[in-house]
């Protein structure tokens, strides 16, 4: 099951009686096409009430009781179709704000967990800020060993507790989004992440 927050129009609060300005939306199949039911809007038209306080606002509520909630808005959307058809429940959804973020993001923390990533990062470091005599030096060196230049793995406490940086939290941008350019930035450097959700308290982590 798909899950995005969505924004909903006016009239889904003054004429449908909704209280949710954002809600959590499912994707559901109708045919050949998918919509995106909101699920505040659901439960206020069927006149039902949530299984779990919160989750139609919150995705880490619903990820967190996904085997109670998933197969109840499954059949609760299904039985939403039957008494209004798909674009009844679409026009409701305002489409022209931009996309939102699946949840609200309170803190980042970015680690680095493969050596090979750590060596392939410096290496890029000096490959694109250090004197051009360094850099061909360095590739001198591994293209005759054929081994990765010493100094590009990490050192020894890396090995040892892991290894992350605070991030900025507020820079999140959601898919859809426009990535800003910093005025002041010449050179931008990007990668592809693996982000990892939690939905409840744990302890010891590491």
Same mark, same amino acid.
């Given at each position: 099951?798909?899950?995005?927050?969505?924004?909903?129009? %006016?009239?889904?609060?003054?004429?449908?009686?909704?209280?949710? +300005? &954002?809600? +959590? #939306?499912?994707?559901?199949?109708?045919?050949?096409?998918? &919509?995106?039911?909101?699920?505040?809007?659901?439960? @206020? !038209?069927?006149?039902?009430?949530?299984? &779990?306080?919160?989750?139609?606002?919150?995705?880490?509520?619903?990820?967190?009781?996904?085997?109670?909630?998933?197969?109840?808005?499954?059949?609760?959307?299904?039985?939403?179709?039957?008494?209004?058809?798909?674009?009844?429940?679409?026009?409701? &959804?305002?489409? #022209?704000?931009?996309?939102?973020?699946?949840?609200? +993001?309170?803190?980042?923390?970015?680690?680095?967990?493969?050596?090979?990533?750590?060596?392939?990062?410096?290496?890029?470091?000096?490959?694109?800020?250090?004197?051009? +005599?360094?850099?061909?030096?360095?590739?001198?060196?591994?293209?005759?060993?054929?081994? @990765?230049? %010493?100094?590009?793995? %990490?050192?020894?406490?890396?090995?040892?507790?892991?290894? $992350?940086?605070?991030?900025?939290?507020?820079?999140?941008?959601?898919?859809?989004?426009?990535?800003?350019? %910093?005025?002041?930035?010449? $050179?931008?450097?990007?990668?592809?992440?693996?982000?990892? !959700?939690?939905?409840?308290?744990?302890?010891?982590?590491?």
């Amino acid at each position: 099951m798909k899950l995005r927050r969505i924004h909903l129009l %006016p009239q889904a609060l003054s004429e449908l009686g909704c209280k949710k +300005v &954002i809600c +959590v #939306a499912v994707e559901i199949e109708t045919g050949d096409t998918t &919509i995106w039911m909101p699920l505040s809007l659901v439960l @206020t !038209v069927l006149k039902v009430s949530s299984p &779990i306080d919160r989750v139609d606002e919150d995705i880490l509520v619903f990820l967190a009781n996904q085997d109670e909630c998933e197969p109840f808005f499954e059949d609760l959307c299904k039985d939403a179709l039957d008494t209004h058809n798909a674009e009844w429940w679409n026009s409701f &959804i305002d489409h #022209a704000q931009a996309p939102l973020l699946p949840f609200d +993001v309170h803190s980042f923390r970015d680690f680095s967990l493969w050596e090979s990533h750590w060596a392939s990062s410096a290496r890029g470091l000096v490959n694109s800020f250090f004197p051009r +005599v360094v850099s061909m030096s360095i590739a001198a060196f591994e293209g005759i060993t054929g081994r @990765t230049f %010493p100094a590009f793995f %990490p050192g020894k406490r890396y090995y040892q507790v892991p290894i $992350f940086y605070m991030g900025n939290h507020a820079s999140f941008l959601t898919e859809g989004a426009t990535i800003p350019w %910093p005025s002041y930035c010449s $050179f931008m450097d990007y990668e592809a992440e693996l982000g990892l !959700v939690l939905c409840d308290s744990i302890i010891d982590a590491s």
